[in-house]
C-alpha cells in the first residue's frame, strides 16, 4: 500500500539547511495498521505532509495506495484519507453538514453524500448526535468526526496524525476500537503517528521508529522489545543524577544507563544480581534513591536504547501531563 524510496525533504532557513528526512525506504501493506513514532523533530509530520502529497520531496519517490507521489499527486489524493491534527472543523455547521460537505468535495452526489454521512455516524458512534454543531462536541466525538471526515470517500489507506492527543484514558481505548474496526472491516490500511507508546503496543500491527530524520528500527511491538534483551532496572532518584549515571555505567553486568527526568534506566544482563550492585554502589556512594524497579523491557525503553531520549519526556512536553 506504501512503498518509499529514499524519500527526503529539506528546507532552507536563515541558519542553514534542515534536513528534515533524509532518505526513508519503508513498505506498509493493505491492512496493516503502522505507528510512526519518533522524538519531536524527528521528522514525522514532514513524513506524513510529504505521503500525503502536501509537500513535495527534495528527492526520492514514493507509490501510495497504487499511484506514483511524483508523477500523479492528484489520483493519491483521491485514494487517501488525511485526518490532521486539530482537526478541520467548520464549528457552525452540524456534524451532518460537515460530512456531507466533505463527501461533495470529492463530487461524491447529493443522495450518496447523504447516506454516507448516515453510515459513518453509525460506524463512528456518532448516531444522535447528526444535527449537533461540531463546536459543541466532547474531544472523544471531535475525533470521531475527523476520523469519519477522512473517511467520506472510502479511502483504502488513510492517515492518522496523532488521532488520540489530548483524550482521556476512556476516549483513547474507545478510538483504538475504533480504528481497529475500521480495519478489520473494511481492511483499510493505517498509518499513525503517535506519542503514546501504549497506543502502538496495543494498537500497531507494525511499528517503525524515525529519528533525525532516518528510520532506526523497524518491526512488530514484540520485536522490538526482544531487541532489548535483558532486564531493565528503573532508579528513580531525586539529587547527584549525574553521578549516580556514572557510578552504574561502570559496574559489571550494566551495558547502557542513560538518564530521563529523574529516572535512571539501566540495560543489564541478570536483574537480580545488578539489582544488588548498584544498591550496593549507590548506597557506598551515599546517593539517596527514591525507588528501584526491575522489569522486562518497554517500548520506552526501546525507544530510550535506540534514540537516547524518551519518548515519555516528549509526551509530558507536548501534553503537560
Ligand atoms: N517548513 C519548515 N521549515 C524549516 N524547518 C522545518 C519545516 N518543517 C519542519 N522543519 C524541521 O524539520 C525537522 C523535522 O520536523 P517534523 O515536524 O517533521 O518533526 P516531527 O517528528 O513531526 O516532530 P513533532 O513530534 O514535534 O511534531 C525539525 O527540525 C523541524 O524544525
Known amino acids: 500500500m506504501i512503498h518509499a524510496k529514499g524519500l527526503a525533504r529539506s528546507f532552507q532557513t536563515k541558519r542553514g539547511t534542515v534536513e528534515a528526512v533524509r532518505g526513508v525506504d519503508f513498505q506498509v501493506s493493505a491492512g496493516e495498521i503502522v505507528g510512526f513514532l519518533g522524538p519531536n523533530g524527528a521528522g514525522k509530520t514532514t513524513t506524513l505532509r510529504l505521503l500525503t502529497t502536501l509537500l513535495r520531496p527534495t528527492s526520492g519517490t514514493a507509490e501510495v495506495a497504487g499511484c506514483n507521489l511524483i508523477s500523479d499527486p492528484e489520483a493519491v489524493r483521491c485514494k487517501i484519507g488525511y485526518v490532521a491534527q486539530g482537526g478541520s472543523a467548520a464549528p457552525d455547521a452540524t456534524v451532518t453538514e460537515e460530512l456531507i460537505y466533505q463527501a461533495r468535495l470529492y463530487r461524491i452526489n447529493k443522495t450518496e453524500a ?47 496524525d496523532e488521532p488520540t492527543v489530548g483524550l482521556d484514558p476512556q476516549a483513547r481505548a474507545n478510538l483504538w476500537d475504533h480504528i481497529r474496526r475500521l480495519r478489520d472491516k473494511s481492511n483499510t490500511t493505517i498509518f499513525l503517528t503517535t506519542h503514546y507508546l501504549d497506543e502502538a503496543d496495543a494498537l500497531c500491527d507494525r511499528i517503525l521508529v524515525i529519528d533525525h530524520g532516518k528510520i532506526v528500527a523497524e518491526g512488530t511491538p514484540e520485536e522490538l522489545k526482544r531487541q532489548v534483551s535483558g532486564d531493565v532496572i528503573h532508579v528513580e532518584l531525586s539529587s547527584e543524577l549525574e553521578k549516580a549515571r556514572k557510578i552504574c555505567s561502570a559496574l559489571p553486568g550494566i551495558r547502557k544507563a542513560v538518564l530521563s527526568e529523574e529516572t535512571l534506566h539501566l540495560n543489564v544482563d541478570d536483574g537480580g544480581q545488578a539489582m544488588m550492585n548498584v544498591l550496593r554502589a549507590l548506597d557506598t556512594a551515599q546517593v539517596p534513591l527514591t525507588s528501584i524497579q526491575l522489569s522486562r523491557p518497554t517500548l520506552d525503553d526501546v525507544f530510550l536504547t535506540l534514540t537516547g531520549r524518551s519518548l515519555r519526556d516528549d509526551e509530558i512536553a507536548k501534553t503537560g501531563k
Request: aromatic share 2%; hydrophobic share 40%.
Open 114 to 160: 447523504a447516506r454516507r454521512a448516515e453510515q459513518l455516524c453509525k460506524e463512528l458512534d456518532l448516531a444522535g448526535l447528526e444535527s449537533r454543531r461540531s463546536s459543541t462536541l466532547s474531544g472523544g466525538q471531535r475525533r470521531r468526526l475527523d476520523i469519519a471526515l477522512g473517511l467520506v470517500h472510502s479511502p483504502p489507506l488513510v492517515f492518522l
